[in-house]
């Protein structure tokens, strides 16, 4: 079965704190690992990665994929009360069942920066 | 960068109708639209897949009787929300994928869909 799983499934911090989400997945015909932040409404884009070892960067986020150990990571430096919401891992992917590609959903990470 | 217009952004619907949500592709067109739901603290499920000019692919277990879902142009699908009760009630996205960019996904605003 085609998954997603996300760790921790929450998790408070101060500001100022480094902060590291994990992804780890199983599916079939893999084309790409997705981040999103989500905060009230629908995801917003972080980054898609499609190599392992090369590193995305985003101000001060960045993630990193592994294909070999089917794992990627979301670091975020010097947290701000701002990066408070949920952070979702997705894969895009071809299913073995036939159809196009599509993308599933790991639980996402609900992070939350306290002053 | 290419947007994707979902409407209504909230609704409040009685037990027993039904509600249409429209999901826009503003600026490109869009051969495939995906429909998720997402309810309190959980992450987004996919629910259907919806190709332009053909009939929708549903995920194991959504009701394709209750979720009507039409893609009748290349900008422009629709999920029908049919005969709707309260366990219906959650966070409806609409994704839209570019005929020449198959690896970006770009979401809408979402819908809040309340059943009383």
């Known amino acids: 079965e085609d998954k997603v799983v996300q760790s921790p499934l929450s998790l408070v911090v101060h500001e100022g704190d480094t902060v590291t989400l994990n992804c780890s997945y199983e599916?079939?015909?893999?084309?790409?690992l997705l981040w999103y932040k989500q905060e009230k409404k629908a995801p917003t884009f972080l980054f898609m990665l499609t190599s392992s070892g090369i590193e995305k960067k985003s101000g001060r986020l960045s993630s990193i994929l592994d294909k070999k150990e089917l794992f990627s990571i979301l670091n975020i430096t010097a947290t701000q009360t701002g990066d408070s919401a949920v952070y979702l891992c997705?894969?895009?992917?071809?299913?073995?069942?036939?159809?196009?590609?599509?993308?599933?959903f790991g639980t996402g990470t609900q992070l939350k920066v306290e002053l | 960068g290419a947007v994707v217009s979902q409407h209504p952004s909230r609704v409040i619907c009685k037990s027993g109708t039904s509600v249409k949500i429209e999901c826009r592709s503003l600026d490109f067109q869009a051969t495939t639209m995906f429909w998720y739901r997402q309810f309190p603290k959980q992450s987004l499920m996919l629910m259907a897949t919806s190709n332009e000019g053909s009939k929708a692919t549903y995920e194991q277990g959504v009701e394709k009787d209750k979720f009507l879902i039409n893609h009748a142009s290349l900008t422009l699908s629709t999920l029908t929300v049919t005969s709707a009760h309260p366990e219906d009630s959650s966070f409806y996205i609409c994704?839209?994928?570019?005929?020449?960019?198959?690896?970006?996904?770009?979401f809408g605003q979402g819908t809040r869909l309340t059943v009383v």
């Open positions: 994704s839209a994928r570019e005929i020449d960019r198959e690896f970006l996904y770009f």
């Open positions: 997705a894969v895009d992917f071809l299913p073995s069942t036939g159809g196009g590609n599509k993308l599933t």
């Open positions: 599916v079939t015909n893999f084309r790409s």
